[in-house]
């Protein structure tokens, strides 16, 4: 069965460095979402990609955040200069054709720790 | 804005117990309700779903009514076994607007079944 892939599992950054954390959707998807969460809190929606370009972002997907769909198959997220608060499991998830309100399928997630 | 609110975890069952966990929600309208369910080390996966007022869903002999009235999605199984051992999170999406897909999650409640 088709799934998304998240990699790496557990990323270990130092706090001001750049990470891109990485997400193979599944392929005939084209909806693609990122989400986070903060241990102990709710999962929180950060970001909606569609058509190559964001559709929605939430309040905590600052300029610090972006995202890229750079080849076709891999969707990107990357924090500039991580924070301390940074640290939380990072979810992709995908939609397939038709409508954003189908289906999302999600990956493992990453989790980052910030020290 | 739109919340959910899930019961307070860890919830600890031995197998064949009857489970509950609560869900209610906030949000503007008739959204969508879903409850997704992560086994360890795997993303997060749909359980059920329900799109109006009444409607039930139901998988794997769980099953959750959508309760307009109570603004609730309460999700039940009759007799729980070992392997159901997850973490359950309930999430809305809403109807309508602008909102490309956009999931608004519970914080998630930790079920352990012992043997």
């Known amino acids: 069965e088709p799934e998304v892939t998240q990699t790496p599992s557990h990323q270990v950054t130092q706090m001001g460095q750049e990470v891109i954390l990485r997400c193979v959707p599944i392929?005939?998807?084209?909806?693609f979402y990122w989400y986070r969460q903060i241990l102990g809190q709710k999962v929180e929606f950060l970001v909606s990609?569609?058509?190559?370009?964001?559709?929605?972002k939430s309040e905590i997907f600052d300029d610090q955040f972006s995202v890229e769909r750079p080849d076709g198959s891999n969707f990107t997220l990357k924090i500039r200069s991580t924070k301390l608060e940074d640290s939380a499991m990072y979810f992709c998830?995908?939609?397939?054709?038709?409508?954003?309100?189908?289906?999302?399928?999600f990956g493992a997630g990453t989790r980052l720790s910030v020290l | 804005g739109d919340s959910v609110t899930q019961m307070e975890g860890p919830v600890t069952l031995s197998e064949e117990a009857f489970l509950t966990i609560n869900c209610t929600y906030t949000?503007?309208?008739?959204?969508?309700l879903f409850w997704y369910v992560q086994y360890p080390g795997e993303g997060l996966q749909l359980l059920l779903k329900?799109?109006?007022?009444?409607d039930k869903g139901s998988n794997k002999g769980f099953e959750a009514t959508y309760r307009k009235e109570t603004t609730s999605f309460h999700l039940e199984k009759g007799s729980v076994q070992v392997s159901d051992s997850a973490v359950y999170f309930c999430?809305?999406?809403?109807?309508?607007?602008?909102?490309?897909?956009?999931?608004?999650f519970g914080q998630g409640t930790i079920l352990t079944v012992h043997p």
């Open positions: 998830a995908s939609g397939p054709p038709g409508t954003p309100k189908n289906i999302q399928y």
């Open positions: 990609f569609y058509n190559n370009e964001i559709s929605e």
């Open positions: 392929s005939n998807h084209l909806y």
């Open positions: 999430a809305l999406r809403p109807l309508g607007g602008t909102s490309y897909g956009k999931l608004t």
């Open positions: 949000a503007t309208g008739y959204p969508s």
């Open positions: 329900a799109t109006k007022a009444d």
